[in-house]
T-cell receptor
Framework: GESVGLHLPTLSVQEGDNSIINCAYS??????FIWYKQESGKGPQFIID?????DKRQGQRVTVLLNKTVKHLSLQIAATQPGDSAVYFC???????????FGRGTSLIVHP | NAGVMQNPRHLVRRRGQEARLRCSPM?????VYWYRQLPEEGLKFMVY????????ESGMPKERFSAEFPKEGPSILRIQQVVRGDSAAYFC????????????FGPGTRLLVL
């Protein structure tokens, strides 16, 4: 069946490094993608989104890249800070739907 | 502008009891979504409601679970005769009428069934 998943369950980086979190999706009908950040004990927080007619979108310290050819999505965090430590989820919404399908999540650990 | 509020934040129930989870959407939001999250897993969609209407309940178990979003008051997710497998974090999200793509999540209710 269709699924959204993450390559790495845990990513450890040093403060100041750049972080890259990857996500694979298999539903070719997906046309909208969202990255969420979830800190311990809290609900998911919207970070950035991208539509399928785009390859790249930048926010504050974050960049999302979409490669439709290989159905791959990535979140890049520049100059990672301890406050970035959290679980990051990608979610996809296919055309005509309004319900995001979440991946399993990647835990980002930032060491000071 | 207060965000999405959920209560209680933690709920402990014994098997067979009822659990009631409440969600107050952000001001101006008329769409509410409920999700369940098991440990170390992503969120799973349960139900999508608008005021006084259930739009999509395809992710909700057919038995023991129900949801409502009355004209006045919070949205309620009700779980009857809870079992241990119901233990999870339940998140509510809301969105404005024309902005379903961006859902704002509440802090969640962590349900523990003993």
């Amino acid at each position: 069946g269709e699924s959204v998943g993450l390559h790495l369950p845990t990513l450890s980086v040093q403060e100041g490094d750049n972080s890259i979190i990857n996500c694979a999706y298999s539903n070719s009908a997906s046309d909208y993608f969202i990255w969420y950040k979830q800190e311990s004990g809290k609900g998911p927080q919207f970070i950035i989104d991208i539509r399928s007619n785009m390859d790249k979108r930048q926010g504050q310290r974050v960049t999302v890249l979409l490669n439709k050819t290989v159905k791959h999505l990535s979140l890049q965090i520049a100059a990672t800070q301890p406050g970035d430590s959290a679980v990051y989820f990608c979610a996809e919404i296919s055309g005509g739907s309004y319900i995001p399908t979440f991946g399993r999540g990647t835990s980002l650990i930032v060491h000071p | 502008n207060a965000g999405v509020m959920q209560n209680p934040r933690h709920l402990v129930r014994r098997r067979g009891q009822e659990a009631r989870l409440r969600c107050s959407p952000m001001k101006g939001h008329s769409h509410v979504y409920w999700y369940r999250q098991l440990p170390e897993e992503g969120l799973k969609f349960m139900v999508y409601l608008q005021k006084e209407n259930i739009i999509d309940e395809s992710g909700m178990p057919k038995e023991r679970f129900s949801a409502e979003f009355p004209k006045e008051g919070p949205s309620i997710l009700r779980i009857q005769q809870v079992v241990r497998g119901d233990s999870a974090a339940y998140f509510c999200a809301s969105s404005p009428p024309a902005g379903w793509e961006t859902q704002y999540f509440g802090p969640g209710t962590r349900l523990l069934v003993l």
